[in-house]
């Protein structure tokens, strides 16, 4: 029911003027709550901000070492400054592959890495967070403002409707993100969110603790609920 259910969805959404649907999405529903990813390449949301602390950089270095590490392509926003360099540089330096993609706006010499082993530069910020999205097998969130919660939250919407089963994590270094998971969890007690949405994310304190986890991440049942409202 849920697979049907999810490609009628599917074939409903329109995108910015374009229908959305493509087959490796109503794939990944063929076996209802059981859907294992294979993460090949991990998307990577952080700060570009230059007003940190040092240990904030050192924490993304260790993040895109870690992904290297595994033999994991590293893709993100090819920003230069704050954590968003410091991630990619992490992987370049332990040898790995990093795909950059940022709009036009950004591709300056002060906010564009251009040392990344492949840049994509496009129009704007939403073809930007698709091309991101359609690029990796998995997501991780590190530390930042703004932009970097408005990415998580996309794609952490994106997975509650079904448009995605892909493993979501938080690098959730110095505690950064307790006051954010205690109002997440603060909406789901005041039924603004059901239980099982809870578990679309994963958080860990550490680089390679973080990934260990989203390896083993499994979509989780009962999603179909927030569709059908049923009990």
């Known amino acids: 029911m849920f697979t049907s259910l999810i490609i009628t969805f599917l074939k409903l959404f329109w995108s910015r003027g ?84 940022i709009p036009e706006m950004f591709a300056t010499p002060t906010l564009m890495h251009t040392g990344l082993t492949r840049l994509e530069i496009v129009s704007d910020m939403h073809i930007r967070k698709q ?13 930042g403002g703004y932009g970097t919660f408005e ?17 979501v994590g938080l690098l959730n270094y110095k505690h950064y993100f307790d006051p954010l998971l205690s109002a997440i969890e ?9 239980a099982e949405h809870r578990s679309l ?12 986890k989203m390896e083993q991440y499994q979509y989780p049942q009962g999603m179909e609920r927030w569709l059908t409202r049923e009990e």
């Open 18 to 101: 374009k229908l959305v649907i493509t087959d490796a999405i109503i794939a990944q529903f063929g076996t209802e709550g059981s859907v294992t990813i294979v993460m090949k390449t991990v998307c990577v949301y952080c700060g570009s901000s230059d007003k940190m602390n040092e240990d904030y950089l050192q924490s993304a270095r260790q993040m895109g070492a870690a992904i290297a590490r595994r033999k994991l392509i590293l893709a993100y926003g090819a920003g230069c400054t704050g954590m968003m360099g410091a991630v990619a540089d992490g992987a370049l330096q332990a040898g790995g592959e990093v795909i950059g993609v």
């Open 151 to 167: 990415e998580l939250f996309e794609i952490l919407t994106w997975a509650q409707i079904g448009l995605h089963s892909k493993p």
């Open 186 to 194: 603060h909406a789901r007690a005041e039924g603004f969110m059901y």
């Open 131 to 143: 091309r991101l999205v359609d690029l990796s097998d998995a997501f991780i969130a590190l530390p």
């Open 201 to 212: 994310f994963l958080c860990d304190i550490q680089p390679d603790g973080l990934l260990e």
